[in-house]
């Protein structure tokens, strides 16, 4: 099955560094990728699309200064996490659904997560 | 405004039964929903889809079904096992572009 890899799965960083999360799709290519953010024991909220080859589109409320998202090649994806503060500690979590056949055969595929902490 | 929902933050059911999670929607303009399962510190797992056009769809021991009308899908698991227990995750979009979660509900299947 498609296979969505995440990398790291935890980081730990100093307040005011950037940290940047990879996602590629392993076994398929992806036009559209998303970027979820999950706190303890809340659902997963949708950051925003990224686009391979054009800009991403933000949800309300997140800083695209913030949290730069880069989708370069149809299989990687990335957000970048400027001047990490405390706040920003959290679960970053990618997905894909592949760029093939109808969305009705192709769900979206979830990294394993990646867990922000700053201290 | 939360426009996908789950009411039941959690719910335990004994092994062999039926396990019944619910969920609301309240976007009408939703045409595709999912179900998803997460473990902590884990990416979520794809279980099973339905489009608008289907009220029912069933892959082995999960079965989801959809009433348009109530905006309302529910996702059976029958006979549970413990394996089952994690948090499910009731998902839609519209148009096949992103996807919204609603809260989940923690299954806890009893030997």
């Known amino acids: 099955g498609a296979v969505v890899s995440q990398h790291p799965s935890w980081v730990i960083c100093k307040s005011g560094t950037s940290v940047k999360i990879e996602c590629r799709s392993l076994?398929?290519?992806?036009?559209?990728m998303f970027w979820y953010r999950q706190f303890p024991k809340q659902s997963l909220m949708l950051m925003a699309t990224?686009?391979?080859?054009?800009?991403?589109?933000?949800e309300q409320g997140v800083e695209k200064d913030k949290f730069l998202i880069n989708h370069a090649s149809l299989t990687l994806s990335t957000l970048t996490v400027t001047s990490a503060h405390p706040e920003d500690s959290s679960f970053y979590i990618c997905?894909?659904?592949?760029?093939?056949?109808?969305?009705?055969?192709?769900?979206?595929?979830f990294g394993n997560g990646t867990r922000l902490t700053v201290t | 405004d939360q426009q996908v929902k789950q009411n039941s933050p959690s719910l335990s059911v004994q092994e062999g039964r039926i396990s019944i999670l619910n969920c609301d929607y309240t976007?009408?303009?939703?045409?595709?929903f999912l179900w998803y399962k997460k473990y902590p510190a884990e990416g979520p797992t794809f279980l099973i889809s339905?489009?608008?056009?289907?009220d029912k769809n069933e892959d082995g021991r999960f079965t989801v079904f959809l009433n348009k009308s109530a905006k309302h899908l529910s996702l059976h698991i029958v006979p549970s096992q413990p394996g089952d227990s994690a948090v499910y995750f009731c998902?839609?979009?519209?148009?096949?572009?992103?996807?919204?979660f609603g809260p989940g509900t923690s299954l806890s299947v009893i030997p």
């Open positions: 990224s686009n391979e080859g054009s800009k991403a589109t933000y």
């Open positions: 076994d398929f290519q992806a036009t559209t």
């Open positions: 976007n009408s303009m939703f045409d595709y």
């Open positions: 998902a839609a979009s519209t148009n096949y572009d992103k996807v919204i």
């Open positions: 339905i489009s608008s056009i289907k």
């Open positions: 997905s894909a659904r592949p760029t093939w056949g109808r969305a009705d055969n192709s769900p979206l595929h």
